[in-house]
């Protein structure tokens, strides 16, 4: 996953004429059907015995605080001469996008009247710092966050078994992937029956749910089972990878750094720098204090920072695929907040 992801920043950086429109809407269209398809692919693969409530509304508590803490914390530190509630402004979306997702940064945005340069320099920012957040997960998360909070039990206890796709995963097993594609195309038509708004967290939601709901199917956990005890992963789970390799290619591929504006108003920069990685840091210890361990804790802030559609990423990256119904509650629940969060703070501050 970390090749991939390199050489899609390569691309896009060195080569300009993939940068043709037609180009990105086809690099744009692959980027959305991709995680779609990966999140019921992998989740019907699931076993939901040992997942903890607990643990998720600790998880959560834990990287919201985090966030909540640090975006005022940094509120103080990088205004400066800046217009205070200009500033508030930035604050309050930060907290939306951070604890949510863009959909939250649309509305609060809106709600508290952000002038559309602010908001260009936040969304252009708040790209790059994510996408170099990401990069770190992929090359350096799971060592790290393993190595200072532990492993998840679950995965430590479960049989081992090879994450490489086979050539020949496609003879066997096929009614998985079958059952994952229905699912991806009946929430796909659901979700267009809300507003534009409401579809990407209605979308996820609905996904979640449906594949949560078949992988209990007899039929479902029988070939499951026996895919284990063959030592083998699930079929659906490695296509579900395939799903994921090409999400992370296309997300680079449309990073071209040479067409950002970084020239506006660099307190902002550092803001959402300080935001992104201050909170990494005070999650890793209020995880420590909880007890939390590192797959946990690292797939929360994924699903906070980076949003609930990157959590199958972060699964295939740990090989842990029963920590995607957690990271995915734990983003959704921030989808949910992370407006009446935005607005609260933006009134607190001003």
Known sequence: MAVLYVIGLLVANSTPWLHDKQLLDLNNMVGNVCIPLAIPLMLVSCSLSNWSTGK??????????????V??????????????????????VAVGIYTGGIPNMGAIAQ????DRTT??????????????????????????????LGQDTAVLQSTPTDDTPSLGFFRRHIILP??????AVVSYLLSTLFPDSLSTPLLILILTTFSIAVSFLPIVRQVNNEARQRDRQPTAFTMGLYFVY????????????????????????????????????????????????GDTTLVTSVALINSPPFVPLVAALLGNKEIIVLGITVGLLGYMLGNYLGLAVFFLLT
């Open 56 to 69: 998720a509304a600790k998880a959560f508590l834990s990287g919201l605080i985090a966030v909540l803490i």
């Open 71 to 92: 975006t005022i914390i940094g509120f103080f530190l990088f205004r400066g001469h800046t217009d205070s509630q200009m500033f508030a402004q930035v604050c309050a």
């Open 111 to 114: 709600g508290v009247g952000m």
């Open 119 to 148: 908001y260009l320099y936040v969304s252009s920012y708040d790209l790059i710092i994510t996408g170099l957040y990401l990069v770190f997960v992929i090359c350096f998360g799971k060592p790290v966050f393993r190595r200072l």
């Open 178 to 183: 079958i059952m994952a594609l229905a699912i």
């Open 246 to 293: 090409l999400f992370c290619f296309s997300i680079a591929n449309a990073c071209d750094v040479r067409q950002m504006d970084l020239t506006g108003s660099l307190n902002i920069l550092w803001y959402i720098l300080f935001i992104i990685f201050g909170s990494l840091i005070l999650q890793i210890i209020l995880a420590k204090l909880l007890k939390l361990d």
